[in-house]
């Protein structure tokens, strides 16, 4: 059954589900008042009336304050490595091994390939009381959430936070849109494939996207493999192919700021057929300057791109038209029921902790977050990510070796000043002729990048992830020191 109500008439409603929900979010908050000082578990007079939450938050304060891992690891409620005498061993950090994550491996290679945002790990650990969810073991047993007489498969309060988070930053306008939930954002690029091909046309829709893009647009249309749909590579291949854009109806998809290359990007195709996606996974204030709310029919945003929590898979769609909403929301029951509630309980507590902290701090620009910067996620990370690019270029400054992608500063209405770059990538090129496999002579540096052809571009083009951990990162800075140093030439 698909919802029935207009977003405007969402925030008009109030069931005793809504209400319910406002109520164990409001338990999270109490269950977790009046947290013991570093090192100290709770005490009986912590715990008087909390009954059956007691022993799963020992158990979570006990692991957490108990093993210190030097610095280079972590031990978690569920961590499975045990040492000889049966105890918790620590889940090192890469490069690091040992049951304290104490010994560095030095021939370890520097992993810059994966996207993965864990740079924001000592935020979260700063605000843990702010974000923590308590989750009973009945919680929302049902596939289905109730919102009144209404059955769906988004939480109400999650869909308040969502609204509320892009409203805080200006970055997408959703007053009068329809938010659809996925599994990560990569369920969506298929539901919205699938619900803005027309039905039984005569020809497949033809999905692009302008090189360098994101290359799990192409992994996943080719891996389902539709009759509807059909993956056709490069979109300014198909600029001046009229005929083509006249006969069949073309999904453009649109990465802005772009993935590898971090720049703000439009749609390159233009006419009555073709349907844009964008994907604005990397559109918040701590990787570019927010110029004005996106406002596209097709809107993609991501939760691990915004608050780090990429293990939770939880993606959204903003769309405009009522119908594509209708088919998407439908893609997404068939194909998994909607995401865990469990997913959504915790996203919404992470936002609303994001939010939280803004509200209850209000700085007015970006110099007025500095003092407060751990309770404002988008102060902290930008002041993270900011630093990690100026180091970057740093290196690369001099080089004729090898080029660095050139990005310039822009104004940030949520900051309220014109912001330097910040971007979540570097986009490298080798310039050497006999260096043409620039992976191969990263990876003789000993660092793991990600090869441009993974992106549809000359291979002479490299990614470096700059968003995983500090660890990670100072291994990538040393590596690229000594490589940019280098005179050696390596060829393939």
């Not at 002041?383 to 400054?397: A, C, K, L, N, T």
């Not at 992608?405 to 002729?433: D, H, I, M």
């Not at 003789?444 to 995983?468: P, T």
Request: aromatic fraction near 12%; charge should be neutral; include cysteine.
């Amino acid at each position: 059954m698909v919802p029935r109500s207009h977003p405007a008439i969402f925030s008009q409603k109030f069931s005793l589900t809504s209400a319910l929900l406002v109520f164990s979010l409001v338990l999270n908050g109490l269950l977790l008042l009046r947290p013991p000082k570093h090192g100290q578990l709770l005490s009986d007079d912590n715990w008087k009336g909390m009954g059956w939450t007691r022993k799963a938050a020992e158990e979570a304060e006990a692991v957490s304050l108990q093993y210190q891992c030097s610095g280079h690891g972590y031990v978690f409620v569920d961590t499975f490595i045990t040492d000889d005498n049966g105890s918790l061993a620590c889940e090192c950090n890469a490069c690091y091994t040992g049951l304290d994550c104490s010994q560095f491996l030095p021939d370890c290679l520097a992993n810059a390939n994966e996207g993965d945002p864990i740079f924001l790990e000592p935020f979260w650990i700063a605000n843990a009381e702010a974000a923590a969810t308590v989750v009973p073991a009945w919680y929302r047993m049902s596939y289905d959430v109730k919102d009144g007489l209404e059955i769906s498969l988004i939480s109400p309060e999650l869909e308040k936070q969502i609204r509320a988070i892009h409203e805080l930053v200006g970055n997408a306008v959703t007053q009068g849109r329809y938010i659809v939930l996925g599994t990560g954002s990569l369920q969506l690029i298929n539901a919205a494939v699938y619900s803005l091909s027309p039905f039984h046309a005569p020809n497949s829709s033809q999905v692009v996207s302008a090189s360098p893009y994101y290359g799990a647009f192409r992994d996943q249309i080719e891996m389902f493999d539709s009759v509807e749909s059909v993956w056709k590579g490069d979109a300014r291949a198909w600029i001046k192919q009229t005929e083509s854009l006249n006969s069949s109806t073309f999904i453009e998809f649109v990465t802005s700021p772009n993935n590898p290359k971090g720049i703000l990007d439009e749609s390159v195709l233009t006419g009555n057929n073709v349907r844009a996606v964008y994907d604005h996974a990397y559109y918040w204030p701590h990787y570019t300057g927010i110029p004005r709310p996106a406002d596209e029919d097709v809107m993609l945003f991501t939760l691990s791109k915004l608050t780090g929590h990429a293990g939770s898979r939880l993606g959204w769609a903003i769309v405009k038209d009522y119908d594509v909403y209708k088919r998407m929301y439908m893609y997404v029951r068939v194909n998994t029921f909607g995401v865990s509630h469990d997913t959504q309980l915790r996203a919404t507590r992470l936002l609303k902790a994001i939010i939280n902290g803004y509200r209850q701090r209000q700085p007015k620009r970006l110099e007025d977050g500095q003092t407060n910067e751990k309770h404002l996620l988008f102060h902290y990370a930008y002041r993270v990510m900011r630093s990690r690019w100026q180091r970057v270029e740093r290196i690369f400054s001099g080089s004729d070796r090898f080029s660095l992608q050139s990005l310039e500063p822009g104004n940030c209405t949520f900051f309220r000043r014109v912001t330097g770059p910040s971007p979540a990538y570097a986009w490298v090129k080798c310039e050497r002729e006999e260096e043409r496999e620039c992976a191969g002579v990263f990876e003789k540096g000993g660092i793991i990048a990600r090869n441009g052809k993974a992106f549809e571009a000359d291979r002479r083009y490299v990614r470096l992830s700059l968003i995983k951990r500090e660890d990670n990162f100072e291994l990538l800075e040393r590596r690229l020191r000594a490589l940019v140093s280098s005179s050696a030439i390596v060829t393939y």
